[in-house]
T-cell receptor, first 115, second 112 residues
Framework: EAQVTQNPRYLITVTGKKLTVTCSQNMNHEYMSWYRQDPGLGLRQIYYSMNVEVTDKGDVPEGYKVSRKEKRNFPLILESPSPNQTSLYFC??????????????FGPGTRLTVL | LAKTTQPISMDSYEGQEVNITCSHNNIATNDYITWYQQFPSQGPRFIIQGYKTKVTNEVASLFIPADRKSSTLSLPRVSLSDTAVYYCLVGAGLNAGNMLTFGGGTRLMVKP
């Protein structure tokens, strides 16, 4: 089944404790992205990757890191989480082809709480 | 990036047609218009995409006037399961290096 998976789905942690949220897609997509969703603010893009070893900042990259060493994986790293990073996080992927605006496939989400 | 403006919320009843309009006054020549649907605690799901005139698929229609400064998502005969948030996005394509910006979306409530 074609899908985007994220782990963990739920995480409660404390300020300053490094964490990684994994994202994996099995559709051979070139484009991957991370979003956070907060009440009243909609979805905001954190980082995106056009392909392996190519990443770029989105709207709200502060406090986050990403890497794209393999095509299928795009982990989100919080080196020193803070309470303002408490949010619902979504990973997405898309097959980049041509010039049209491609359909993105979203993962199930990771609900992160930083105490 | 073209900014989009949508109504914050809409109410409808089962069986009615729902039209959600999105304004994008500064849309660029190579921008496409895409709509996503999101249920609570789930990731958004692609509904439809278009460039001009009318596009129809099995779940919705998208109407885009000649000036492309707005677009209307039309959901025929909605059911309770269509209660969700609908997002309008405008952009030139992922391989153009554009960031993807979701606005606040329109919260559609379908009542029995």
């Amino acid at each position: 089944e074609a899908q985007v998976t994220q782990n963990p789905r739920y995480l409660i942690t404390v300020t300053g404790k490094k964490l990684t949220v994994t994202c994996s897609q099995n559709m051979n997509h070139e484009y991957m992205s991370w979003y956070r969703q907060d009440p009243g603010l909609g979805l905001r893009q954190i980082y995106y990757s056009m392909n392996v070893e190519v990443t770029d900042k989105g709207d709200v990259p502060e406090g986050y890191k990403v890497s794209r060493k393999e095509k299928r994986n795009f982990p989100l790293i919080l080196e020193s989480p803070s309470p303002n990073q408490t949010s619902l996080y979504f990973c997405a992927s898309s097959l980049v082809a041509g010039g049209s605006y491609n359909e993105q496939f979203f993962g199930p989400g990771t609900r992160l709480t930083v105490l | 990036l073209a900014k989009t403006t949508q109504p914050i919320s809409m109410d409808s009843y089962e069986g009615q047609e729902v039209n959600i309009t999105c304004s994008h006054n500064n849309i660029a020549t190579n921008d496409y218009i895409t709509w996503y649907q999101q249920f609570p605690s789930q990731g958004p799901r692609f509904i439809i995409q278009g460039y001009k005139t009318k596009v129809t698929n099995e779940v919705a229609s998208l109407f885009i006037p000649a000036d492309r400064k707005s677009s209307t998502l039309s959901l025929p005969r909605v059911s309770l399961s269509d209660t969700a948030v609908y997002y309008c996005l405008v952009g030139a394509g992922l391989n153009a290096g554009n960031m993807l910006t979701f606005g606040g979306g329109t919260r559609l409530m379908v009542k029995p």
